[in-house]
C-alpha cells in the first residue's frame, strides 16, 4: 500500500504548532519535545495509509504523543540530573513578567508529577479533553483518569501553596 505523502505533509504542516505545545507540556522541555514529536511523526507516517483513514486523526496522534513520552521516560539515561543550575544571566533576572513566570512555574510543577499523571492533566486540561476520551488515549479506564487527575491536582495544589508560602525558596 503507498503512502500518501502529500497528505501526511499537509497534516503535519497545518498541526505541527499544535502538536508540538501538548508534546512541551508533556516533556516539559523543548529539546525532549521536538525529540519526541519527531519519532512520534514517524511512526504517523509509518502507518499514514491507515490513520488517514480514521475519524479523528487529532486523537491518534496525541494518543501516540503520550505513548512515546512514557517510552521515553523510562529510558535510564533520562532519568539523570544535572546537579548544579547554570548561573543566571543578569538580564533573565531584570526582566519582570508574571505571565512567563507563572507559565514556567506550572511547568515545573508538571515536571514534578510522574509521567502518567502529568499526561492526564495534560490531556484532561490543557487539551480539553473528556474523561472519557483521556481514558481512551491513555488505554485505561475512566476511573483511572478521575483518581490520576484528582491525585495530580492535589499534589499540584499541595506544592503551589508552599511555593506561594516561601517566594524566596526554590
Given at each position: 500500500m503507498a503512502t500518501d505523502v502529500e497528505g501526511y505533509r499537509a497534516y503535519v504542516t497545518a498541526r505541527l504548532p499544535e502538536l508540538r505545545r501538548v508534546a512541551y507540556l508533556l516533556c516539559g522541555d523543548w529539546h525532549t519535545a521536538d525529540d519526541v514529536l519527531s519519532a512520534a511523526l514517524l511512526r504517523l507516517l509509518l502507518h499514514w495509509p491507515r490513520v488517514s483513514a480514521a475519524d479523528n486523526i487529532d486523537g491518534y496522534v496525541r494518543r501516540?504523543?503520550?505513548?512515546?513520552?512514557?517510552?521515553?521516560?523510562?529510558?535510564?539515561?533520562?532519568?539523570?540530573?544535572?546537579?548544579?543550575?547554570?548561573?543566571?544571566?543578569e538580564r533573565a533576572a531584570t526582566w519582570e513578567s508574571t505571565a512567563v513566570d507563572e507559565r514556567l512555574s506550572l511547568v515545573a510543577?508538571?515536571?514534578?508529577?510522574?509521567?502518567?499523571?502529568?499526561?492526564?492533566?495534560?490531556?484532561?486540561?490543557?487539551?480539553?479533553?473528556?474523561?472519557?476520551?483521556?481514558?481512551?488515549?491513555l488505554g485505561c479506564s475512566t476511573g483511572t483518569v478521575k483518581s490520576q487527575a484528582a491525585r495530580a491536582l492535589d499534589t499540584l495544589r499541595e506544592r503551589l501553596s508552599v511555593q506561594e508560602e516561601s517566594p524566596w525558596t526554590s
Open positions: 501516540v504523543l503520550v505513548r512515546t513520552m512514557l517510552n521515553e521516560r523510562r529510558r535510564p539515561w533520562r532519568r539523570e540530573r544535572p546537579q548544579e543550575t547554570p548561573p543566571q544571566d510543577l508538571l515536571d514534578e508529577l510522574p509521567p502518567r499523571r502529568r499526561a492526564v492533566v495534560v490531556l484532561r486540561y490543557c487539551c480539553d479533553l473528556s474523561v472519557e476520551d483521556t481514558a481512551r488515549e
